[in-house]
């Protein structure tokens, strides 16, 4: 979460943040061509493939925590609710995906990401369409 700094920041060390600042702590390892191929491109695959490497199985999991896979922290600070978070996401693209039909404007195209330091986002401004569909499952004999 990229934080903004409304006044300069002094640290004890000497070091000075101005005012006007974005700072974020951010996963390094995700940005390191060295770990992953072309980080700067999506790959909807890239995990799927790393896991099918020998003794790969269970590493880059979503929840999964690592000095090469720092998402949600690792060791002794890795994010607690990064379980639920995770099954939570899970199941709102799976309901998105099922209820909805999405594109994005054909005048408007996609604008590019944005970025703040070495934090690459979406640009907020994106719009996307979307219209209500029939699922082809009905997900609702799945649940008690």
């Excluded at 090469?68 to 379980?83: E, L, V």
């Excluded at 995770?86 to 994005?104: A, G, P, S």
């Excluded at 934090?119 to 029939?134: N, S």
């Amino acid at each position: 979460m990229p934080r903004l700094t409304h006044e300069d920041l002094k640290f004890k060390d000497g070091t000075v943040v101005p005012k006007g600042t974005y700072l974020m702590i951010y996963p390094l390892p995700a940005g390191s061509p060295e770990l992953y191929p072309e980080p700067e491109k999506f790959d909807g695959y890239r995990f799927l493939r790393a896991r099918a490497e020998p003794n790969s199985e269970n590493k880059y999991q979503s929840v999964t925590t690592g000095t090469d896979f720092t998402f949600f922290g690792h060791g002794t600070h890795a994010c607690p609710g990064r379980f639920l978070a995770t099954n939570e996401i899970k199941l709102l693209v799976t309901y998105l995906l099922l209820y909805y039909d999405w594109e994005l404007p054909k005048t408007q195209g996609l604008l590019p990401t944005m970025s703040a330091g070495n934090f690459q986002q979406p640009d907020g401004r994106q719009k996307a369409l979307y219209k209500t569909r029939e699922p082809e499952v009905d997900i609702t004999k799945f649940v008690t």
